[in-house]
T-cell receptor, first 115, second 110 residues
Framework: DGGITQSPKYLFRKEGQNVTLSCEQNLNHDAMYWYRQDPGQGLRLIYYSQIVNDFQKGDIAEGYSVSREKKESFPLTVTSAQKNPTAFYLC??????????????FGDGTRLSIL | GQQVMQIPQYQHVQEGEDFTTYCNSSTTLSNIQWYKQRPGGHPVFLIQLVKSGEVKKQKRLTFQFGEAKKNSSLHITATQTTDVGTYFCAGDQAGTALIFGKGTTLSVSS
């Protein structure tokens, strides 16, 4: 059963702590994305990767870091430099080719809160 | 910078009424995509429009892409309670990642 798995579903962070959100896909998609969703703000792009070992900053990359060592995995680290990390984080993936951006498939999300 | 504006932000309708959300881009788009997010869920892809003036239908949903490829709309005929959620448009400008609008949240009372 193909899809995108995000874990954990809920995560709590202490002040000054780094936390890592997991995103795994078995859709054989080349491209993967991380979005942050706040009420009334829509989806804001944090980082995206179009191919293994390569990634680009999105609109709100400050305080976040990513890696793309495997095609299936695109973990997001929320660092202590991100002063307002409380949000709903969504991971997505899409196939490449065909020109332009292909439709994105989203995971169920991780809700991050500050303790 | 590049923006995709979506209006209205919220819309409440009585069941059976029609609903429309509009999406406008500051730049010409190569295509536009629409997604639906149910309360507590994640966005789910609905449709992609590519051609200027294109109109596509999915049962009670009608999607339209403007002639200038800068605007789009989603119209729902005779809303049902199952239509509740937030509808996002996402604009694709060649060479950049998708740009999502802020969404229109639809509530329906029976």
């Amino acid at each position: 059963d193909g899809g995108i798995t995000q874990s954990p579903k809920y995560l709590f962070r202490k002040e000054g702590q780094n936390v890592t959100l997991s995103c795994e896909q078995n859709l054989n998609h080349d491209a993967m994305y991380w979005y942050r969703q706040d009420p009334g703000q829509g989806l804001r792009l944090i980082y995206y990767s179009q191919i293994v070992n390569d990634f680009q900053k999105g609109d709100i990359a400050e305080g976040y870091s990513v890696s793309r060592e495997k095609k299936e995995s695109f973990p997001l680290t929320v660092t202590s430099a991100q002063k307002n990390p409380t949000a709903f984080y969504l991971c997505a993936s899409s196939s490449s080719g065909g020109g332009g951006n292909q439709p994105q498939h989203f995971g169920d999300g991780t809700r991050l809160s500050i303790l | 910078g590049q923006q995709v504006m979506q209006i209205p932000q919220y819309q409440h309708v009585q069941e059976g009424e029609d609903f429309t959300t509009y999406c406008n881009s500051s730049t010409t788009l190569s295509n536009i995509q629409w997604y639906k997010q149910r309360p507590g869920g994640h966005p789910v892809f609905l449709i992609q429009l590519v051609k200027s003036g294109e109109v596509k239908k999915q049962k009670r949903l009608t999607f339209q892409f403007g002639e200038a490829k800068k605007n789009s709309s989603l119209h729902i005929t005779a809303t049902q309670t199952t239509d509740v959620g937030t509808y996002f448009c996402a604009g694709d400008q060649a060479g950049t990642a998708l740009i999502f609008g802020k969404g229109t949240t639809l509530s329906v009372s029976s």
